[in-house]
């Protein structure tokens, strides 16, 4: 069972930046796959980025292009944990933020159905 705690969400001004955390349980959390999820209110939850540990045991960085050259996604091993750093935010960045892990390599990691494991999501707001 793997248990993830996101935070680091709140209120910032268009063009601020946030950085988001999500603390995993778990030994081997160096070769889980991760993934970070947003949902707006009244939309369905969409793919926002991805950290894949993948062939020659190292990791890949993914991203959905509405976020690409804005987010970086990253982890600590020594930590547990996973991050989102946010610059040049936007008002249609404000959603609920989730991340989520998959213990076994997803087929398409940007679907929200490959990944078992959720965390409770961080409300992030952006004002115009």
């Known amino acids: 069972q793997v248990q993830l705690v996101e935070s680091g969400g709140g209120l910032v001004q268009a063009g601020g930046s946030l950085r988001l955390s999500c603390a995993a349980s778990?030994?081997?959390?160096?070769?889980?796959?991760m993934v970070w999820f947003r949902q707006a209110p009244g939309k369905e939850r969409v793919f926002v980025a991805a950290?894949?540990?993948?062939?020659?045991?190292?990791?890949?960085?993914y991203y959905a292009d509405s976020v690409k050259g804005r987010f970086t996604i990253s982890r600590d091993n020594g930590r547990n944990t996973l991050y989102l750093q946010m610059n040049s935010l936007k008002p249609e960045d404000t959603a609920v933020y989730s991340c989520a892990a998959r213990t076994d390599s997803p087929s398409d990691y940007s679907r929200s159905d490959m990944y078992r494991y959720w965390g409770q999501g961080t409300q992030v707001t952006v004002s115009s």
């Open positions: 778990g030994s081997t959390f160096s070769s889980y796959h």
């Open positions: 950290h894949i540990w993948g062939r020659g045991s190292i990791y890949y960085a």
